[in-house]
């Protein structure tokens, strides 16, 4: 499962030689929602300026490139990663240049209306270069200019679908979240600078202070003259439950709630719902541990680190074959059989997508000697695709669209399966739900799903 | 001195597996004429599928990404170097995709009213993502679309300049040189294929068969029904003479006039318009090689390679500096002491842009020994800039602009120096003068040539 | 604090194509032990082959490079990282040859009469190519040879210091313990096959059963004859406590005993002997992790994940500079500011070194709202250097060797500092104490420490 | 057909910043003679640092690296080309330490009784890291020492075989040159230091003045005290006829000869021996263009560039598979259709080892148009192994060995084949035949071949 990107975005009120270096640090502690590619674009004022390419923040810059990128304002881009995929166009920012001037776009989120855009903004003569739904945005929003404020403010009566923007012409950095507000965006300050971020970690490793969340349809405009704001009417809102699940970094505090803490809540709440007879409590690393340290506080059953993960496993790493193939996720996780031995084991993870890692989880801790393992989620089972950034969208990988609980208990080899309820939740996030998307898992979706475009005009290595 | 670019095209009646691999040797063939990036853009008759790069042809491709490039058509692209830039944007192919299609787009040349149609463009509602004329050109087409053939023919009366353009859809493949036939570009058959390419030489390299140059003002279309060619008025020709005095691979044929003739020529009407009481002709490798030869042939005297180029000299070679900086052109070329010793020499170039290589050779040759120098330019003294894609229009550089000749002589430190005149160049080429592009020696800009467009709406990395 | 290396072998009784990518695994999984260089050395009964390089395990080998490997028997090593050294010199295993036959050596450890054996050596023709140890124990075991175990035996009472080996002929495969047993090596079986590597989880990441550990002074020779098994006199051991304290894998089981249960166990001693009165237990991660749970578990006083790690800081990471200096340790690791506000905390890491990270640390749950902060090392204090293969032998660095307990605890700003006593840790491991070298904490070398040899005869890039 | 090895070597009275640069500049111009792999040592008159690599020395060496090499003398290497190879190991100089001292060690040649010299150094306790006969004369050395001289006019007796070797220790350069002088070595000044090389063009390239060449059977020790020679006897020379052939580029001056007057003569001689009746002279380029220019200088037919070759075919260029197999060697070399079409020609190139190139152009210039193709080779036929540095030891790959010229004519598809007799070549040379090894022609090894050492003991990656 992945999240679509991360944005970090600065503006400064005079000329900063590092303010790309403090775009990098930015971007570094937002990798987790994107490793594919990295950019930042900078203005001085007069030119745009930028430097992207694929890998990760610390691959893409150095030294060098960051000491060229000097000005006074700079967004920045973090995307996620396709295996094997190393398509160039799709990195970010997108700068784009016509008569109306010249934009530097960054996007986090999924357009659902992209069939629609593209050709209305086709049938005015706009031409693509890549298949993404950011170069629409980006074309749409210079397409209204050349008055970048009321481009952005007409552009989000057109773009339907989850959006966190980061827009910048040559004087002004702004700031856009969706009517419905899918993905975070915070503003922080640092110094006398202007910061946004995807996630408060962003704004902690600069240094920068939280100054308050990017409002669902709101625009925030930043110049030499100031901050200014502009709201879009909003009737209701739907913050992404799974940036709670899964995404952030526990660390992050989104739409004023510490995710650590509701992550939590949900081991907490899982264990009221879901209890077991159990000696132990393990989480998956890293993904179900701060759950299981809930299920542990709540239930009394000890934790302990019974998975130990290997940090050295990258991207490059060749896959066991033939004879070896039986080594699984054995090089990734390991199971501490000293710890698990002959215990009956409550084993937590965040969520299920496709349930084959957690079968072989649970094969590896039976080798270990574990008696029973009991297998709680922090989370109910997803049952439907997203179309709003989580690259779910296809049903038939998700096992819990496919079999029931009681199937899949058996499929992954536990002794029981317990999944948290949608209110159990909902109460672990805090948030009213009518201020959630949970349509993964009730099928809710908040806005009308349309037919999926899949007419690519061109594909690209 | 550098050119644009090379083209390499090819467009197959049925699917070819090795298509994009027939494009790489194409290429390689052209590498003279541009080493910064490289692109093959590839066609199966449903989706257009492309990789460019950095580097050298042989850099940027890879057995992989050549067998994932299979279809029908393909165009290739090589351009010239900058030092230290790394501009991925200004890579080609351009594909571009809008309302009226999809297009693949190759160009060699220089369109000179880049202003006015980035304005015209623009105005309609086309954006831009780099500064390239090459982009303007992709998107002229695209908006004249959707008939292809159509909207090339009504380019041709848009553009102006020189260009060699390669233009592939889904289904067909065009070739199109402007009306004053400034850049080569000749048809070749391989197999049953239909091939195009910048130079013959590139026909010569994947074993095609010369049919025949497109004309100026052609446009080529080959597609499933067959090849078909179109024409626009085109009252005078103005061919770059010095695709025939550097450019061109000596073993090309443009024009169906031979690069390596054309040089010998010049070289003995040099012999006969400026003789020199000498006893040895010496070439510049690889520049004056040829010339030297003809010089030779017609004068008697004796042809010796009193030069010597040391080949591994690359692009990341550390510069000499400081106490060893007076060692400046001689770890690229060395004096053969034994031969030039106590010789009176002809030494012969191309030609003379700035004139600091060739007072460093003239400088080594003496130190080797040399009694008396006689510089003989195998092409008259470039006293004007071009804006038909060669990288001098900077007048200040042209050390003929300034100086008289005998200037000249003493600055390189010649003890006489030597110009083939005009009318020498023109019969050693043996092409009519007004078939002939003779700006950059005499001025006579066969277009108008406009103010350049400065305005850059935004710098790339 | 770094520690040596990681020692994987395998003996086959039948050609395995698949033998290198067995070490392969094996040598990921002990990546944690070195991450500077990585190599492996194969044998088919009649050659040895190997390849080594600089870098992570994944970035040395490939699918090429192990697919040349195939053999009988293989040895793999992986070494430390030093910041920018680029010594490929040093890279193991070390392959030899002379008179007396070829040998590949691996080598974890650090020997301390390297001057006097160099001499001895070199006064019996040996020369050197690098400054290393492990070159040194290479050339003593090829000089004792040709009978590989009779040298192996004879090196043994001339190397002084702590040694795991693993010596590899065509034919035989051996692994060597030093009569102190400093340093972990084990056996498995997986299938037909013996297996050595340092820790077990290296056993398990290959699908290898546990046999047992090798014991100090212990020879265990591998051939087409079977396993046979040696001894050295051996009156005392000396296994390295910083092993269970730091160096190995939680997941890992040295002297069978389990690392997470000693470090578990060492957490709660450290509760029992140093109480503080507080909200909430955080480990500093990951080296303080396993012990924050066993306080916790201990004090009853709730768990929480603190302190959030970066995880993706790699090592090409671009230093803050000047303005941003002040960022330091919070690119790295940041803290959660929901769990730690307005709470006391116990701070737990494994060990204090030269006190400034975690003085960083302090301060920065300090900022994000913690109340008071109780540090707890869940080891004595390190007062003297290492000759045995850990990177302290400069006491002049190590704080507590330094500073009193008072004073330190002002230097990192707690509210208060302590320590675990040297009967808690020796407790929390659960072996007798003359089984263990704890010359760090208490000085009490188990060999006498000569002064270094720093004669260093020749240095490489 | 490739040559083993270049070196160059300086000596500073002071030290010199630049000492490892100017030894890259002359690396650089003796790149022809290897490009496997390069390294430079430095000692600054008390360590002696290295950096070597695999490559061409451009990508071994930056500027960083550069400056760390600071010193007062310093030796630099370039070793030949092997496909696919990887060896670090064979990577030179070799830097051995032992009690008697510390050497660096550079070597061009090839030593035949490495069998011998090896079984007695490891008789007397040396061992081995490679199998490269370098490292053999390195121990060689050491073993003999401490007194650097005293051990290399020592080793002088040992060592049977071709080698130039420059030998340095932290306070000395030695240059030895083996008593038949098969390689070239000799002596140059630039300002206040003294310069070894291999060639000629390296003193050019760094600005050096020539001094005289390092005698056959000579030992130059320069140190603080000045430059001292040394003498062994030496009743005959035997330098290598194939350096004026083939390897030594055609600016360099051997010997006292110029390599490029040598080859313009054979080329003359061959004319004279072997007339022909045609139109055109041509060269395969590079190896065949001196003697064409002689060959056309004589008989009075006209030199022209018949064949054109692409200089940016490098080593990673893809082959041409399958269905382009056909290309062969037109890729790397083209055919001037306009020059050669109906012509008779002489074909000129300095030597046939297999033939299977030479059948090639012979096949592509008929298919330009050529009337009749005679060739014509500046030197006799090559019909025995070379075991003194040239890697043609295996006679069953030399086509002259097998077959007679007659056949050679047929199988290459010529009108007429005509070698120059061994005389005219040694009368081309113009040293008495007495000095030079002409064994590859008339099987006349001047020192007796010992069957090969091929019992390796171990292989390398």
Do not use: W
Not at 323 to 337: E, I, Q, S, Y
Request: proline share 4%.
């Amino acid at each position: 499962m992945r999240e679509s990107c991360g944005l970090f975005g600065i503006f400064s009120p005079k000329p900063d030689l590092n303010i790309a270096r403090t775009v990098y640090y930015g971007l570094i502690a937002l990798q987790h929602r994107g490793q594919e590619s990295a950019g930042i674009a900078v203005t001085d004022g007069e030119k745009i300026k930028y430097h992207k390419g694929l890998g990760l923040v610390n691959d893409v810059f150095d030294e060098e490139v960051l000491g060229e990128l000097s000005g006074r304002a700079a967004i920045g881009h973090v995307r996620y990663s396709t295996t094997g995929s190393n398509v160039f166009e799709n990195a970010q920012p997108i700068v784009v240049a016509c008569q109306r001037g010249t934009l530097a776009v960054a996007h986090n989120g999924n357009i659902i209306n992209t069939c629609e855009l593209r050709k209305q903004l086709e049938s005015k003569g706009s031409s693509f270069r890549s298949t993404t739904d950011s170069e629409i945005v980006a074309l749409l929003l210079i397409e209204r200019g050349p008055d970048v404020l009321h481009a952005c403010l007409d552009a989000m009566h057109s773009l339907q679908g989850a959006y966190c923007l980061l827009v910048m012409d040559q004087q002004r950095l702004i700031a856009i979240r969706d009517p419905l507000g899918f993905r975070p965006l915070c503003m922080g300050r640092l110094d006398d600078c202007v910061v946004f971020a995807s996630e408060t970690v962003a704004l902690d490793a600069v240094g920068a202070e939280f100054v308050r969340n990017i409002e669902p349809g709101e625009i925030v405009m930043v110049s030499g003259s100031g901050v200014e704001s502009y709201r879009v009417s909003s009737s209701k809102n739907a913050f992404c439950v799974f940036e709670f699940v899964y995404f952030a970094r526990p660390d992050s505090v989104l739409e004023n709630v510490s995710v650590y803490s509701a992550r939590e809540r949900a081991g907490r709440l899982l264990a009221l719902e879901q209890p077991a007879d159990a000696d132990l409590v393990v989480g998956v690393p890293d993904s179900g541990t701060v759950a299981a340290i809930g299920y542990s506080n709540q239930s009394g059953i000890p934790y302990g680190m019974g998975l130990i993960k290997n940090k050295y496993i990258g991207r490059t790493f060749i896959q066991p074959s033939q004879k070896l193939r039986n080594l699984g996720v054995r090089l990734k996780l390991n199971a501490l059989g000293e710890l698990v031995k002959g215990k009956s084991i409550v084993l937590v993870d965040d969520s299920i997508v496709r349930g084959t890692t957690m079968g072989q989880i649970v094969k590896m801790l039976r080798s270990a000697g574990a008696r029973s393992i009991h297998v709680r989620i922090a989370s109910p089972p997803i049952r439907y695709g997203c179309y709003f950034g989580v690259d779910t969208s296809d049903r038939r990988e998700l096992i819990a669209a496919i079999l029931e609980e009681k199937k899949i208990e058996q499929l992954i080899g536990a002794d029981s399966l317990g999944y948290l309820s949608l209110e159990g939740l909902v109460n672990a996030v805090g948030l009213p739900s009518d201020r959630l998307c949970l349509a993964c898992f009730n099928g809710a979706y908040p806005l009308e799903v349309p037919s999926i475009c899949t007419k690519y005009l061109f594909e690209k290595e």
